[in-house]
C-alpha cells in the first residue's frame, strides 16, 4: 500500500504540487479575510463608525481578497491569469458602458475607502461644506457612495463620498456654530 502511494506521488509529482499550492492559497485566503475582518471590525469599533459602514469596506475588501486568490489559483493550474484579468476587465467595460458613471461610481467608492481609514468626519459631526451652496448641519450617515447631512434647517443632504475629499469640508465647534447663527441673525435684522 505504501508503495502503491508513493509511486502515485512520484508519477504526478506535479499534479501534487499544484493541489498542494492550492489547498495552501485557499487556507491563507481563509486566514486573511478572518484576519481583515477582524481588523475592519475593530477599526469600527474604535472610531465608532456605521455598521454599514464598516460592512460596506469589509465586503469589498473580501471581494478583492477573493479576486486576487482567483487568480493565483487559476495560474497555479494552469489557466493562466490573463484569462481571468481578461473576462474580469471585460465584465467591468460592459458595466462601466451599461451605466455610464464607472468613473464617477470608481472615484465615490476609492474616497468612501479613504474616508473610512482617514476618519476624517464622524457621524454626529458638526460640518460646513463650502461647496455651492454651502451646507451647514449634522453627518448623520456616511456609506460607500455618499455623505448624508442633516441640515440647520432640517432638510436632508446627500453629498457624493468624492466631495469630502475634493471640497473644504470644516467640522464646527458649537462655539464656531453660535456665531455664525449670531452673525446670521444679525444680517436679517439689518435687512
Do not use: C
Amino acid at each position: 500500500m505504501k508503495d502503491w502511494f508513493l509511486n502515485l506521488i512520484e508519477g504526478n509529482s506535479n499534479e501534487v504540487i499544484k493541489a498542494g499550492v492550492t489547498v495552501l492559497v485557499i487556507i491563507l485566503t481563509y486566514v486573511t479575510v478572518r484576519l481583515f475582518r477582524r481588523y475592519i471590525s475593530l477599526t469600527g469599533e474604535k472610531h465608532h463608525f456605521a455598521e454599514q459602514r464598516t460592512a460596506g469596506i469589509s465586503k469589498g475588501g473580501q471581494t478583492l481578497i477573493y479576486i486576487v486568490s482567483v487568480g493565483v489559483i487559476s495560474n497555479v493550474l494552469g489557466f493562466g491569469i490573463q484569462g481571468i484579468f481578461l473576462a474580469t476587465s471585460s465584465f467591468f467595460a460592459l458595466v462601466g458602458v451599461a451605466f455610464f458613471a464607472n468613473w464617477s461610481i470608481l472615484s465615490n467608492v476609492t474616497a468612501s475607502v479613504l474616508l473610512y481609514f482617514t476618519f476624517p468626519y464622524r457621524i454626529g459631526d458638526r460640518l460646513s461644506v463650502e461647496n455651492e451652496p454651502k451646507y451647514n448641519g449634522i453627518l448623520k450617515d456616511v456609506t460607500i457612495m455618499y455623505l448624508k447631512i442633516k441640515t440647520d434647517g432640517g432638510s436632508y443632504v446627500t453629498l457624493p463620498s468624492n466631495v469630502a475629499i475634493q471640497k473644504i469640508i470644516t467640522i464646527q465647534s458649537e462655539a464656531d456654530y453660535q456665531r455664525e447663527k449670531e452673525e446670521a441673525d444679525a444680517k436679517k435684522i439689518e435687512r
